[in-house]
């Protein structure tokens, strides 16, 4: 059940209208919180007006808008696929069709079709799941690898962010194989300082490094974007001394 706050004497005004959730007999305080945060969330609403599957697709378009990530006939490859909001933004600004998919994304979690994007439901750390998605792409080198990979959280901070920093690891290494000259990496992390070594590899073969952190981003939570931009190529690789890192503001 829900119900509207009221202040004001009874006055209804925008900030009186937040939704709260009356807790139910069988569901945790984090589940109820969860669902009030949900309610009251303003990209929540825009995700469903504009048929998105979720309220990430905001993030990728906030970066996209900034950092200028995709371009007509970009090649995308969108690791943690699930639900597809990633892959749906992809999609219509590269301009993929089911004729020409320039979008291939994979997840363990089982997704809906999605027009011009080619979809797998595997979990990409298995061994033969870079070269499903490799095969899909006909050979061709990707110009953008993009992820939202998370593992579930164990509630420890630390032990949250190594885990994730290893799917990061991951993610890089088949970028690194895959990517064209100029391409780009993004994927998500939640920051908390252990990430140096990474960092340090990414500014080997990107000619820029940074965070970034979208505005639909839930400003209380550690969650970040790491971005590399313009890969150097096999043959054009540096230790690193020259390339730029930084954190956006």
Same mark, same amino acid.
């Given at each position: 059940?829900?119900?509207?706050?009221?202040?004001?004497?009874?006055?209804?005004?925008?900030?009186?209208?937040?939704?709260?959730?009356?807790?139910?007999?069988?569901?945790? &305080?984090?589940?109820?919180?969860?669902? +009030?945060?949900?309610?009251?969330?303003?990209?929540? *609403?825009?995700?469903?007006? +504009?048929?998105?599957?979720?309220? *990430?697709?905001?993030?990728?378009?906030?970066?996209?808008?900034?950092?200028?990530?995709?371009?007509?006939?970009?090649? &995308?490859?969108?690791?943690?696929?699930?639900?597809?909001?990633?892959?749906?933004?992809? *999609?219509?600004? &590269?301009?993929?069709?089911?004729?020409?998919?320039?979008?291939?994304?994979?997840?363990?979690?089982?997704?809906?079709?999605?027009?011009?994007?080619?979809?797998?439901?595997?979990?990409?750390?298995?061994?033969?799941?870079?070269?499903?998605?490799?095969?899909?792409?006909?050979?061709?080198?990707?110009?953008?690898?993009?992820?939202?990979?998370?593992?579930?959280?164990?509630?420890?901070? *630390?032990?949250?962010?190594?885990?994730? &920093?290893?799917?990061?690891?991951?993610?890089?290494?088949?970028?690194?194989?895959?990517?064209?000259?100029?391409?780009?990496?993004?994927?998500?992390?939640?920051?908390?300082?252990?990430?140096?070594?990474?960092?340090?590899?990414?500014?080997?073969?990107?000619?820029?490094?940074?965070?970034?952190?979208?505005?639909?981003?839930?400003?209380?939570?550690?969650?970040?974007?790491?971005?590399?931009?313009?890969?150097?190529?096999?043959?054009?690789?540096?230790?690193?001394?020259?390339?730029? +890192?930084?954190?956006?503001?």
């Amino acid at each position: 059940m829900v119900d509207k706050a009221l202040g004001n004497g009874g006055r209804k005004s925008d900030k009186d209208l937040k939704i709260r959730v009356k807790s139910a007999k069988g569901r945790k &305080v984090s589940s109820t919180k969860w669902l +009030e945060r949900q309610l009251n969330d303003p990209y929540v *609403a825009r995700a469903r007006a +504009e048929g998105y599957r979720s309220r *990430a697709a905001f993030k990728i378009k906030e970066m996209d808008e900034k950092h200028k990530l995709f371009h007509k006939g970009t090649r &995308v490859v969108d690791l943690g696929a699930a639900p597809g909001g990633w892959s749906q933004v992809a *999609a219509k600004a &590269v301009g993929s069709t089911d004729a020409n998919p320039l979008v291939v994304g994979i997840d363990y979690l089982e997704m809906d079709p999605i027009p011009g994007v080619v979809l797998f439901r595997k979990d990409f750390t298995e061994d033969d799941a870079p070269q499903l998605l490799i095969d899909a792409m006909g050979g061709k080198k990707a110009d953008l690898v993009m992820s939202d990979m998370a593992w579930p959280t164990t509630g420890h901070r *630390a032990t949250d962010h190594l885990r994730i &920093v290893q799917l990061i690891e991951i993610a890089a290494d088949f970028a690194i194989d895959v990517l064209a000259p100029g391409g780009a990496f993004v994927a998500k992390v939640f920051q908390g300082g252990t990430e140096h070594e990474l960092l340090h590899m990414l500014k080997r073969h990107f000619k820029t490094t940074f965070h970034a952190k979208p505005p639909s981003s839930r400003q209380d939570s550690a969650e970040a974007y790491l971005i590399a931009k313009g890969f150097k190529g096999p043959d054009e690789r540096t230790n690193g001394e020259e390339d730029g +890192e930084h954190e956006e503001r």
